[in-house]
């Protein structure tokens, strides 16, 4: 089983690694069919400070992960601005919004992207295969270190083999891999029981806090809800309520 065991505080000298996530006007559309374009997502504003810990609760088809793709640069508003600190996201063009995707976000997607022929341990290392890896030996310890601390047992194991909860999990350790600045999850506690998901939301809220990351995560799950600063509820594209803590 996962353990939560606090994680020793960044130091103070470090200061906040994250920026500011700022969007305003965006608007996502989709078609279904032949009937006329819909707004999958429709944003008047949202700012969330650095470092915070935002969720993001609502209906089926409220525009809940379209949010975080977004945010990700994997869905393409049709207007509108956002804004990692002085970076124009929305303006970037594909590659060099890849580039700062990789140096910056941690995605636990809401159907893992897992690669079913490679490891747990390949899995988990995936986020490293772009970039120099000045130490490689201290990569793998991470790695196995964040898969332990997951509660899964053989970073040997292939993919294919593993339950949709193991799987959860292995996603979880990847996002974590490279202590990015900016965490994004998609409902990382879906497919885990209970035990297991309060470990999994207090090992992704220890991760934020430990790099002074911000948490973006979409969730239903009130034991990980409870864990954020403020939680958004999102109905038909839109922002309809915030919850501070
Ligand atoms: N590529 C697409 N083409 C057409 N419609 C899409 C596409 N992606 C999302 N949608 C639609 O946009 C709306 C918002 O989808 P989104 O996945 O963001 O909702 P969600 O709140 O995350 O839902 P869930 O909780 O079920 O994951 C839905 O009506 C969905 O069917």
Do not use: C
């Not at 294919?160 to 990847?174: C, D, F, T, W």
């Amino acid at each position: 089983m996962p353990t939560s065991a606090a994680p020793a505080e960044p130091a103070a000298a470090d200061g906040p690694r994250a920026a500011a996530l700022r969007l305003d006007g965006v608007v996502v559309e989709h078609r279904r069919g032949r009937e006329p374009p819909f707004r999958a997502l429709d944003i008047e504003s949202l700012e969330v400070p650095p470092g915070a810990r935002v969720g993001f609760a609502g209906p089926s088809g409220a525009g809940k992960s379209t949010l975080l793709h977004v945010v990700a640069g994997l869905a393409v508003p049709s207007t509108g601005r956002v804004a990692w600190g002085d970076t124009r996201l929305d303006t970037l063009g594909e590659a060099a919004h890849g580039r700062w995707r990789r140096a910056t976000i941690g995605f636990v997607f809401q159907d893992f992207h897992l690669v079913d022929e490679l490891t747990v341990r390949d899995n988990v290392l995936m986020p490293a295969r772009f970039g120099r890896i000045a130490d490689r030996q201290a990569l793998h310890a991470r790695a196995d270190a964040l898969i332990a601390r997951m509660g899964l047992d053989d970073p040997r194991r292939r993919a294919a083999k593993l339950s949709r909860g193991e799987r959860q999990r292995v996603a979880v350790a990847r996002a974590l891999l490279l202590g990015p600045r900016l965490i994004l999850a998609d409902e990382p506690t879906a497919s885990l029981d209970a035990e297991a998901g309060r470990a999994v939301a207090g090992l992704l809220v220890d991760a934020a806090r430990e790099h002074g990351a911000t948490l973006l995560v979409v969730a239903h799950d009130p034991a990980l809800l409870e864990r954020l600063d403020t939680v958004h509820r999102l109905a038909g594209g839109r922002l309809i309520a915030e919850e501070r803590r």
